[in-house]
C-alpha cells in the first residue's frame, strides 16, 4: 500500500468502517511508515477533541446576513481575472492566443520595415561612364527613327474615280531574272 492510498482511508479506518482486508493493508502500512502512523495518531487526537469544542454563538441575523452577502456576491458574477480567462481570441486558450497575436505582430512589423525602405542609393554617374559628363546630350542618336510617308494614304484622298497611271506601267519581275 502506498502513503496516498493510506491517507484517502484514514478516516474511514478510525470509524472502523473497512473491511478487514483493507484493514490489515492499513495496519501493516502503518507499521513501516513512520509519517502515516503519525499522521493516524494526529487525526485521532483532532477527532477525540472535536466534541470537547466549545460552540460559538452568532447573533439571530447572521445567517440571514450570510445568506444576503452570498447573494450579493453571485449577483457580481465572476471577477475580471475569471472573465478574462474565460476569453478565448481566435478559439485559443490565453496563452496560445498570445503567442499567436505576437507572432502577427512581429511579421507584421518586419513587413512594415522591409517594404518601407525610402533610401535610394548613391550613384555616381562619372564612375558608371568613360566619358565626361557633357558629351553625353551631344552625341545622343535616337535609335528608333520614324519613316516619312511620301505617297498619300488612303484617308486623305479617294482613288475610286481617279486613275494613278505611274503605277501601272511598272513590271513585275519573276523569280530567276525573267520579265
Known amino acids: 500500500m502506498k502513503c ?38 494526529d487525526i485521532s487526537i483532532m477527532m ?7 460552540q460559538v454563538t452568532t447573533s439571530s441575523q447572521f ?14 458574477g465572476p471577477s475580471v481575472w475569471q472573465r478574462l480567462i474565460k476569453i478565448k481570441p481566435f478559439g485559443f486558450e490565453p496563452v496560445p492566443a498570445l503567442g499567436f497575436v505576437s507572432a502577427m505582430v512581429m511579421i507584421i512589423g518586419a513587413s512594415y520595415f522591409l517594404l518601407n525602405q525610402d533610401v535610394l542609393p548613391d550613384v555616381d554617374l562619372n564612375k558608371l561612364s568613360t566619358q565626361p559628363q557633357q558629351n553625353l546630350h551631344q ?11 511620301n505617297l498619300p494614304s488612303i484617308a486623305d484622298s479617294d482613288t ?15 523569280v530567276g531574272g525573267r520579265k
Do not use: M, W
Open 48 to 54: 477525540e477533541n472535536l466534541p470537547k469544542l466549545t
Open 63 to 76: 445567517d440571514q446576513k450570510l445568506q444576503d452577502r452570498i447573494l450579493e456576491i453571485n449577483k457580481l
Open 139 to 149: 552625341d545622343f542618336k535616337p535609335s528608333v527613327v520614324s519613316p516619312k510617308q
Open 4 to 41: 496516498y492510498d493510506f491517507e484517502l482511508n484514514i478516516s474511514a479506518y478510525i470509524e472502523g468502517e473497512l473491511k478487514q482486508i483493507a484493514r490489515q493493508d492499513l495496519s501493516r502500512h502503518k507499521e513501516s511508515c513512520k509519517n502515516c502512523a503519525q499522521k493516524l495518531v
Open 160 to 174: 475610286s474615280g481617279k486613275s494613278n497611271t505611274k503605277h501601272l506601267d511598272k513590271k513585275i519581275n519573276l
